[in-house]
């Protein structure tokens, strides 16, 4: 069964970084794109960034330049390397795939900006 495990989250300052990790399992990894989304306190799940299966990216606006998202397929890992953060980026992150036309997501992970 597909499993999603995200890791990496805590609490960080302002201007701070973290990487978020995505550990995939029970479906062949490189054969699909991965997504990373954000759930900020009181608010719906959003998208964060895409990569494709060529590693091609795709971001949402308030995030680019700051927010790399990243795979390795030898290890079935998906990544989000998160830069000059604020409290905006305060959430619960998910990662996230569509396999076999159903959508599968982790448990997520807490990220908190504050001082």
């Known amino acids: 069964q597909v499993q999603l495990v995200e890791s990496g989250g805590g609490l960080i300052q302002p201007g701070g970084s973290l990487r978020l990790s995505c550990a995939a399992s029970?479906?062949?990894?490189?054969?699909?794109?991965m997504k990373w989304y954000r759930q900020p306190p009181g608010k719906e799940r959003a998208f964060v960034a895409r990569?494709?299966?060529?590693?091609?990216?795709s971001y949402t606006d308030s995030v680019k330049g700051r927010f790399t998202i990243s795979r390795d397929n030898a290890k079935n890992t998906v990544y989000l390397q998160m830069n000059t953060l604020n409290a905006e980026d305060t959430a619960v992150y998910y990662c996230n795939t569509i396999y076999r036309n159903s959508n599968y997501w982790g448990q997520g992970t807490q990220v908190t900006v504050s001082s």
């Open positions: 990569i494709s299966t060529t590693g091609t990216t």
């Open positions: 029970g479906f062949t990894f490189s054969s699909y794109a």
